[in-house]
C-alpha cells in the first residue's frame, strides 16, 4: 500500500545533541513538508520542498534543517540551535494540494531531556 | 495571505447530540476548503473537501460541511455523535500564491478538539 511513513515514534534526546526525524513516501508525490504540532498552536510549517533538490522555510525554520535528496525522502535534523524541541513533528506530502490536500504520515514524537 | 480561524478551541458534547464546529477563513481569492480530524497520537486524515459545485459536501461517517462565500466559513456538523469522533479536527485553506500562478500550502486553523461524553 502507498503511504508516508515517519520514523521512529517516539524518540529522546539529551539538550545539545542534533536529532533526525525520517519520512519517507512511496505515493511518487513531488511536495513533501515538516510540521510541528504543539498544544493550542495548531499546525506549524517548518520546511517544505515541492522538488527534489529544492526546498523552503517555512513560518518557523530556525534550528531546523532538512534535504532533499531523493523524491522518495525528506529527512528533518532538529539542531541544538533549536531552543524548544519538545514536540509533535508531522511529515506531509501531496502532489496537488489544492485538490487533493495533504497525506500525512503518523507523526514522530520528540522528547528533549 | 489566506488565514484560518476556529473559532472554538474545545467542545464538550453528549453522545448522539448534534454538534458543529466552526471555521473561518481570510482570502481575497477563490479558495479550496478542507477538513481534517486527528485521532490521539496520529497524523492527520482527511475528512471533506471543497473544491466546487455543491457547498455541501459530506464524509462517509456523517460529517457534512458547508461553504458559505458569503461568510466566509465551512462549519464542519454531525445531526448525532458517537463517542468515537473524540479527536481534534481541523479546517484547512489552500489559495493561490503571490503570483496567482499556483495553488500550493494548505493553511491550518489552530485546531477544535471534539470531546464526546457517555
Known amino acids: 500500500d502507498g503511504g508516508i511513513t515517519q520514523s521512529p515514534k517516539y524518540l529522546f534526546r539529551k539538550e545539545g545533541q542534533n536529532v533526525t526525524l525520517s519520512c519517507e513516501q512511496n505515493?511518487?508525490?513531488?511536495?513533501m513538508y515538516w510540521y510541528r504540532q504543539d498544544p493550542g498552536q495548531g499546525l506549524r510549517l517548518i520546511y517544505y520542498?515541492?522538488?527534489?533538490?529544492?526546498?523552503q522555510k517555512g513560518d518557523i525554520a530556525e534550528g531546523y534543517s532538512v534535504s532533499r535528496e531523493k523524491k522518495e525522502s525528506f529527512p528533518l535534523t532538529v539542531t541544538s540551535a533549536q531552543k524548544n524541541p519538545t514536540a509533535f513533528y508531522l511529515c506531509?506530502?501531496?502532489?496537488?494540494?489544492?485538490?487533493?490536500?495533504?497525506?500525512f504520515g503518523s507523526g514522530t514524537r520528540l522528547t528533549v531531556v | 495571505a489566506q488565514s484560518v480561524t476556529q473559532l472554538d478551541s474545545q467542545v464538550p458534547v453528549f453522545e448522539e447530540a448534534p454538534v458543529e464546529l466552526r471555521c473561518n477563513y481570510s482570502?481575497?481569492?477563490?479558495?479550496?476548503l478542507f477538513w481534517y480530524v486527528q485521532y490521539p497520537n496520529q497524523g492527520l486524515q482527511l475528512l471533506l473537501k471543497?473544491?466546487?459545485?455543491?457547498?455541501l459536501v459530506e464524509s462517509i461517517n456523517g460529517f457534512e460541511a458547508e461553504f458559505n462565500k458569503s461568510q466566509t466559513s465551512f462549519h464542519l456538523r454531525k445531526p448525532s455523535v458517537h463517542i468515537s469522533d473524540t479527536a481534534e479536527y481541523f479546517c484547512?485553506?489552500?489559495?493561490?500564491?503571490?503570483?496567482?500562478?499556483?495553488?500550493?500550502?494548505?493553511?491550518f486553523g489552530q485546531g477544535t478538539i471534539l470531546t464526546v461524553h457517555p
Open positions: 506531509a506530502s501531496s502532489i496537488e494540494p489544492e485538490i487533493y490536500g495533504y497525506t
Open positions: 505515493l511518487n508525490h513531488d511536495a
Open positions: 520542498s515541492q522538488i527534489v533538490n529544492d526546498f
Open positions: 482570502s481575497s481569492v477563490s479558495v479550496y
Open positions: 471543497y473544491l466546487s459545485g455543491s457547498t
Open positions: 484547512a485553506v489552500s489559495a493561490p500564491n503571490a503570483g496567482g500562478t499556483s495553488y500550493g500550502k494548505l493553511t
